[in-house]
T-cell receptor
Framework: EAGVVQSPRYKIIEKKQPVAFWCNPI?????LYWYRQNLGQGPELLIR????????DSQLPKDRFSAERLKGVDSTLKIQPAELGDSAVYLC?????????????FGPGTRLTVL | RKEVEQDPGPFNVPEGATVAFNCTYS??????FFWYRQDCRKEPKLLMS???SGNEDGRFTAQLNRASQYISLLIRDSKLSDSATYLC???????????FGTGTRLKVLA
């Protein structure tokens, strides 16, 4: 069974440029998460989707970040414009549903470097 | 105070040693607990859930102490392949949300 797929794996951009990340969750997983992981830190949730609905985007910096999951399957996270502090690994995860204590499966991440 | 705290390490141990990590959490309403493993430049992967009665999976033992609000991970007979960062995860009662610790880095030395 294929895992969570993310692309690109690496991205280097200059500050003020836009960037987008793509995620395809495990087939049949209704819940999708985007996390940001800074060096030496644990992942921090940015947004969570139940099917196509964003049910928690409280930690998404909405002035520059946006996300969508139009058909309730794959998802895109966008940053516009990027800042130096956005350099991090952006992880996508999915789970069967959003229930308490359910396992989340992570993709390999996109490593973003903003110069 | 951080919601979930871990000693970042690194813990350098020889092969065959026993090593233990603790993770403290601040919210007494925390409900579910996990240990995830993250290899260098890889994604986190579930190592084991932590149950109230404690649980064991081969060389790995996880325990929960609700009174003192910490969970622990014990690794016996350490292997070189155990070298990784171990992330503690806590969820609050009634929520789905994973709260990660910063991770504890383990290096098993030959």
């Amino acid at each position: 069974e294929a895992g969570v797929v993310q692309s690109p794996r690496y991205k280097i951009i200059e500050k003020k440029q836009p960037v987008a990340f793509w995620c395809n969750p495990i087939s049949g997983h209704n819940t999708l998460y985007w996390y940001r992981q800074n060096l030496g830190q644990g992942p921090e949730l940015l947004i969570r989707y139940e099917n196509e609905e964003a049910v928690d985007d409280s930690q998404l910096p909405k002035d520059r970040f946006s996300a969508e999951r139009l058909k309730g399957v794959d998802s895109t996270l966008k940053i516009q414009p990027a800042e130096l502090g956005d350099s991090a690994v952006y992880l996508c995860a999915s789970s069967l549903d959003g229930g308490q204590g359910i396992e989340q499966f992570f993709g390999p991440g996109t490593r973003l470097t903003v110069l | 105070r951080k919601e979930v705290e871990q000693d970042p390490g690194p813990f350098n141990v020889p092969e065959g040693a026993t090593v233990a990590f603790n993770c403290t959490y601040s919210n007494s309403a925390s409900q579910s607990f996990f240990w995830y493993r993250q290899d260098c430049r890889k994604e986190p992967k579930l190592l084991m859930s932590v149950y109230s009665s404690g649980n064991e999976d081969g060389r790995f033992t996880a325990q929960l102490n609700r009174a003192s609000q910490y969970i622990s991970l014990l690794i016996r007979d350490s292997k070189l392949s155990d070298s990784a960062t171990y992330l503690c995860v806590v969820t609050l009662s009634g929520t789905y949300k994973y709260i990660f610790g910063t991770g504890t880095r383990l290096k098993v030395l030959a």
